[in-house]
Each structure stands twice: as structure tokens, then as C-alpha cells.
């Protein structure tokens, strides 16, 4: 099993920054990817940007050159960050993480991000 607590959301203006942050704990060597994944009213789940374990990215394309994924691990945890700039109204939804392992996916509880004046 493998815990993801996300943090970091908020309201923001338009053009402002946000720093989202995912805790993972639990049989965290099990992992081989993980990734920040936003659900906007009425729409679908989607990718936003996506690390993996050999270092490759992959974001979505309404959020290259503003958001930015990042991870740390040690031996008991793994935390993966999304640093967004730049944000657009466009960018208000529920951000969740994902956790990738070879059997199961998790996901986090989710932090809203909304990004208004």
C-alpha cells in the first residue's frame, strides 16, 4: 500500500504561483512513476506532468514552460512537487497525485487550485 497526501492549494490571481507538494509513504520502492493529474467541473481527469523513475517527463502542453515537476526521495518517503507559474484561470481544478506501480495505481485525496481575481 502506498498513502499520498497532497498540500499546497489555494487561491491565487492570474499570473501568480502555486507550489503543490505530495507526500508518499508505505511500500514507496514499489513506485516506478508519479504525477500530478487535475479534474476541472465537468471534465475529464487529465495529465498535467508525469516523472519517472529513469528521470523521463512528460507534461501536458497547456502547462510547458510555466509548471515544473520535481521529486525527492529518501529511504521512507518519496515527495513530488509541482511548481506552477504563470497560472490562468484555466488552470482552476481539483489537482490530485498519482503514484505508478507495476500492479496498482494510487491516487491522493486531491487539493483545489483556483486561480481567480
Known amino acids: 500500500q502506498v498513502q499520498l497526501v497532497e498540500s499546497g492549494g489555494g487561491l491565487v490571481q492570474p499570473g501568480g504561483s502555486l507550489k503543490l507538494s505530495c507526500a508518499a509513504s508505505?511500500?514507496?520502492?514499489?513506485?516506478?512513476?508519479m504525477g500530478w493529474y487535475r479534474q476541472a467541473p465537468g471534465k475529464e481527469r487529465e495529465l498535467v506532468a508525469r516523472?519517472?523513475?529513469?528521470?523521463?517527463?512528460?507534461?501536458a502542453d497547456s502547462v510547458k514552460g510555466r509548471f515544473t515537476i520535481t521529486i525527492s526521495r529518501d529511504n521512507a518517503k518519496i515527495a513530488v512537487y509541482l511548481q506552477m507559474n504563470s497560472l490562468k484561470p484555466e488552470d482552476t481544478a481539483m489537482y490530485y497525485c498519482?503514484?505508478?506501480?507495476?500492479?496498482?495505481?494510487?491516487w491522493g485525496h486531491g487539493t483545489q487550485v483556483t486561480v481567480s481575481s
Open positions: 516523472l519517472t523513475s529513469d528521470g523521463r517527463t512528460d507534461y
Open positions: 508505505g511500500s514507496i520502492f514499489s513506485i516506478n512513476a
Open positions: 498519482k503514484a505508478e506501480a507495476p500492479k496498482y495505481n494510487y
